[in-house]
């Protein structure tokens, strides 16, 4: 460790991916003060992530970006799942209309101009720095706080500064996992594949949805990202390297069935590379004030498209506990529950991934046979089309801040819809950063005021609304809505809800300027 006085900050996030970004920011609505550590100097230039779902957008939109994230993505259509010889065998469309989080279910996008706009958002808040240049070499607990030690890769000095807490969120080969002494748990899966990216200007007049090719010796996907951008993912053979498809002519015989009415001179071959598709989850994504986020503390195969929106789960979760614990509103206990309702939220959709990917390429030629004759008749199950398509992920589990009932049609650890509750604004804006009751009864004066005094806030649903039907599905009256839009509790007796409704006093946010440099 260097000597020198260390800086002090009260959170220290390592890594600007789109997790460390999307909670510094979330936190800086809070009024915590954050320093972001990336290596890197800039966004990382080449895509990985291409998908993110209506849930993901609406955190982003919570971040103040919902138009723009408009403007850089495209909604699919949905699923269609074809055979070795590229017929259709199944069908799911989506509709591409606003969903009950208040926008489309699926949305293709480039992750460099993702992340380029989540940081340009970032600047808007005084709390918040990020530091580039600076790859992390320590981190030890120093007292009642945490050292984290980084060099400056300009000029080769080294720095420290004291943290309240470290967010790790730096990838798969985390050195904060590695610091708090975490093992990854492998789930039994890996596979090698090629990701192809491709941009032209050229229409290749194809479904605009993701295609997946179902077969158990060259799986693919093919999927539309931007007006000029494409990607395709192979399953490479043993044997095979990306190396081997580094021009555009080794690649074409791959992408052919898609791009045959398109001149080879209108076709730019972005990137060309290999990937390891794994299951695994971090043993444990907690060390008293460390924590783990996003490919730190879970890797999930892209058979559902689920890697990037887990990232921002775990941010949206952790954000307003810490802020909570910063402000001294919330015990130090409700920091128990992030890896209690993450952990088993992540497993569940890994296992998902696992699933769905094992059911399209599995099986060999046997496999290949069933699915030619089971996949075409799934339509003809009630119900299926929407199950496949919908977007909503697994509920919480039971926690201290999931408090479920035996009562059928329970809401607790499911997410409150964001319907339009206004002309041109929905119920998340209304809600604002803190918890909120949401009713169909107006509560009466004393319970009024325990609720303001609590520093929630109180929407009343119109009879007859989105939000009334929704509450009269699950079989209450009112619920008890989290930071984070997750349902603590649901009911029939308001007062009783009062009664547990956490003291939750959050700040507006200073906007101006914000500080970000390329090092330090």
């Not at 918040?128 to 600076?134: I, K, T």
């Not at 206004?422 to 119920?427: D, T, V, W």
């Not at 809600?431 to 609590?454: K, N």
Request: hydrophobic fraction near 40%.
């Amino acid at each position: 460790m260097t000597a020198a006085v260390p800086d002090r900050s009260t959170v220290v996030i390592v890594g600007a991916g789109p997790t460390g970004v999307t909670v510094a920011t979330l936190l800086a609505q809070y009024g915590v003060d954050t320093l972001i550590l990336d290596r890197w100097a800039q966004v990382y230039p080449q895509p990985r992530a291409v998908h993110m779902d209506d849930e993901i957008v609406r955190t982003f939109a919570r971040l103040g970006v919902a138009d723009q994230i408009a403007a850089i993505s495209r909604p699919a259509l949905g699923l269609r799942l074809l055979d070795d010889s590229m017929n259709v065998l199944a069908e799911f469309t989506r509709d591409t209309g606003l969903s009950r989080n208040g926008f489309p279910q699926a949305n293709m996008f480039d992750q460099p101009e993702l992340e380029a706009l989540l940081r340009s958002n970032l600047e808007r808040y005084q709390s918040a720095e990020l530091r580039g240049d600076a790859e992390v070499i320590d981190i030890e607990n120093v007292a009642d706080r945490v050292r984290v030690a980084y060099t400056d890769r300009v000029t080769g000095t080294e720095h420290a500064v004291d943290a309240e807490y470290v967010l790790g969120c730096d990838g798969a080969n985390s050195l904060v996992r590695t610091r708090i002494g975490s093992c990854m748990d492998d789930l039994g899966f890996e596979q090698r594949w090629l990701v192809i990216d491709v941009a032209t200007s050229t229409d290749l007049h194809q479904w605009e949805g993701v295609h997946q090719v179902c077969d158990p010796v060259r799986a693919g996907t093919y999927m539309r990202i931007g007006a000029t951008r494409y990607r395709w993912e192979f399953r490479l053979l043993d044997g095979e390297t990306s190396a081997e498809f580094n021009t555009l002519d080794k690649v074409r015989p791959l992408i052919e069935p898609w791009v045959r009415n398109a001149a080879a001179v209108d076709l730019h071959l972005v990137r060309v590379t290999e990937y390891t598709f794994g299951a695994q989850l971090a043993e444990s994504w907690r060390r008293g004030r460390v924590f783990l986020l996003g490919d730190a503390a879970h890797l999930t195969p892209p058979f559902i498209g689920q890697g990037l929106g887990a990232g921002v789960r775990d941010a949206m979760n952790l954000a307003w506990k810490l802020a909570g614990v910063l402000r001294g509103t919330l015990g130090q206990d409700v920091l128990d529950t992030y890896e209690q309702e993450r952990k088993p939220h992540a497993r569940q959709l890994i296992r998902l991934a696992l699933g769905v990917g094992h059911a399209m390429t599995a099986g060999g030629d046997l496999g290949n046979i069933i699915r030619r004759v089971v996949l075409p008749q799934l339509h003809r199950l009630p119900g299926l089309n929407a199950r496949v398509i919908d977007s909503r992920t697994p509920r919480l589990r039971r926690s201290r801040l999931v408090l479920k009932s035996r009562a059928p049609g329970n809401l607790a650890g499911t997410l409150c819809p964001n319907p339009e509750v206004a002309e041109g604004h929905r119920l998340d804006a209304k809600l604002g950063a803190g918890f909120a009751i949401v009713t169909t009864i107006a509560p009466g004066p004393e319970q009024q005021t325990l609720i303001a005094q609590r520093g929630a806030t109180l929407h009343v649903a119109a009879p007859g609304s989105e939000l009334a039907r929704w509450l009269h599905r699950g079989r209450a009256t009112a619920v008890i809505v989290r930071p984070d839009r997750t349902v603590m509790k649901a009911g029939r007796d308001i007062g009783a809800l009062c009664t547990v409704l956490p003291t939750f006093h959050c700040v507006a946010p200073t906007q101006p300027t914000g500080r970000m440099r390329p090092g330090r």
